[in-house]
């Protein structure tokens, strides 16, 4: 398996457009996480799926902020309108639904909004 | 919520044993220990995880006291390339129980030649 597979690495964008990021996690994995990891706050989990369905998006920011979980093998983390205080690395990880294994973490998306 | 408090950073010698505390003193009884790092602009790896007794893989070992109010890592000969942000997290059981993992500060593990 490749892995937890994200894109874009890098996205540039102004401010003020939307921005989306894409997932695909492990394939099996029933669990998927969104994260954020900027200098000052670290690494924010925004929200998680389980069997695609959202189970806390306690940590979504904004209403700007929308993910969504098609299907097993595919999510989006969707920001509309984009700000410069938006820039940040999203990571995306997935896991078995077993509660007690590892969650194995994309690369991850550089977002910078100018 | 179980909090974890870890050292800011340290440095070791290569080759010799790398020893990272974790303070977890709030830690339910059914919370797991895990530890992940962060290599520079990589997405955190998983290194070990545990409850309450001693375990060790490939990669490190987790010691962790009879009490569970602590833990350490250990990687037993480090190499530059152990050079990363290593994280202690306390695993979240919530009431669906899929255990989301949340990150605090870490700490800053340089490995010096």
């Known amino acids: 398996d490749a892995g937890v597979i994200q894109s874009p690495r890098h996205e540039v964008t102004e401010m003020g457009q939307e921005v989306t990021l894409r997932c695909k996690p492990i394939?099996?994995?029933?669990?998927l996480f969104w994260y954020r990891q900027t200098m000052m706050r670290g690494l924010e989990l925004l929200i998680y799926?389980?069997?695609?369905?959202?189970?806390?998006d306690s940590g979504m920011p904004e209403d700007r902020f929308s993910a969504k979980m098609p299907n097993a093998s595919f999510s989006t983390l969707k920001i509309q309108p984009s700000e410069p205080r938006d820039s940040a690395v999203y990571f995306c990880?997935?896991?078995?639904?077993?509660?007690?294994?590892?969650?194995?973490f994309g690369q991850g998306t550089r977002l910078t909004v100018v | 919520d179980a909090k974890t408090t870890q050292p800011p950073s340290m440095d070791c010698a290569e080759g010799r044993a790398a020893n990272l505390p974790c303070n977890h003193s709030t830690i339910s009884g059914n919370e797991y220990v895990y530890w992940y790092r962060q290599i520079h602009s990589q997405g955190p790896q998983y290194i070990i995880h545990?409850?309450?007794n001693n375990e060790t893989n490939e990669m490190a070992s987790l010691i962790i006291t009879e009490d569970r109010k602590s833990s350490t890592l250990i990687l037993p000969h480090a190499t530059l390339r152990d050079t990363a942000v290593y994280y202690c997290?306390?695993?979240?059981?919530?009431?669906?129980?899929?255990?989301?993992?949340?990150f605090g500060q870490g700490t800053t593990l340089q490995v010096k030649p």
């Open positions: 990880a997935s896991r078995t639904g077993t509660s007690n294994t590892e969650a194995f």
């Open positions: 545990g409850l309450k």
């Open positions: 997290i306390v695993r979240v059981a919530g009431s669906s129980n899929t255990g989301k993992l949340i």
């Open positions: 394939s099996g994995h029933n669990s």
């Open positions: 799926f389980n069997n695609n369905v959202p189970i806390d």
